[in-house]
C-alpha cells in the first residue's frame, strides 16, 4: 500500500473520506542515501502514514472512552435525580460549594441541587454497609424502646 513518489508529487492522504486530509509537498532529495530514491521516501511516507493511524486510533478511543464515561455519568445522574420531592436546606463549605460549581460548569448537572443531589446519592451507595449496620441497630433500638413500654405498662 506504499505510495511512490517521483520527483515533485502532492501526496493526499485521506481515511474513509474523513474530513481529515493532509497535504504533503515531497521532493526529491540528490543528499539521501541511493541519489534520493524513491524507496527511502516511501519509508518515509509509510511511516508518517502509520504514525497517523497510529494517533487517530488513539484519539478516536480516548474520545470514545470520555464519551462513555459522561453517558454512564449521566445515566446514574438521572437515576438519582427521579425522586426529587423533599427539599432539605444545608450550610456547606467553600470547597464543597467549588465541586458543586464545578459539576454545574461542566454540564455534569443542571443545577447545584441536582450535583448536590447526586453526591447525596453517590456518597449513600459508597457507604452501603455502614447504612445498613445503622438500620439494623436502630432496629434494635425501637424493639427495645416498645419492649420497655409494654413492660411498664403492666
Known amino acids: 500500500m506504499a505510495t511512490e513518489i517521483t520527483d515533485t508529487q502532492d501526496v493526499n ?3 474513509n473520506d474523513e474530513d481529515v486530509v493532509e497535504d504533503a509537498n515531497v521532493e ?19 511511516a508518517a502514514k502509520a ?6 486510533q488513539s484519539a478516536g478511543k ?17 437515576s438519582a435525580l427521579q425522586d ?7 450550610r456547606i463549605n467553600s470547597d464543597s460549594l467549588h465541586y458543586l ?3 454545574v460548569e461542566a454540564d455534569v448537572a443542571k443545577s447545584r441541587s441536582k450535583a448536590a443531589t447526586f453526591l447525596i446519592n453517590e456518597g449513600i451507595k459508597a457507604n452501603e454497609e455502614m447504612f445498613h449496620t445503622i438500620r439494623d441497630i ?17
Open 13 to 15: 492522504i485521506n481515511k
Open 101 to 103: 460549581d464545578m459539576m
Open 62 to 78: 480516548t474520545i470514545n472512552e470520555a464519551i462513555h464515561q459522561v453517558e454512564s455519568l449521566g445515566k446514574v445522574l438521572g
Open 138 to 154: 436502630s432496629d434494635q433500638i425501637s424493639a427495645l424502646k416498645t419492649q420497655l413500654r409494654e413492660t411498664t405498662q403492666n
Open 28 to 46: 526529491e532529495d540528490t543528499n539521501m542515501p541511493n541519489g534520493g530514491t524513491n524507496g527511502s521516501l516511501n519509508f518515509e511516507v509509510d
Open 51 to 56: 504514525a497517523a493511524e497510529e494517533f487517530r
Open 84 to 90: 426529587r420531592s423533599n427539599v432539605v436546606m444545608v
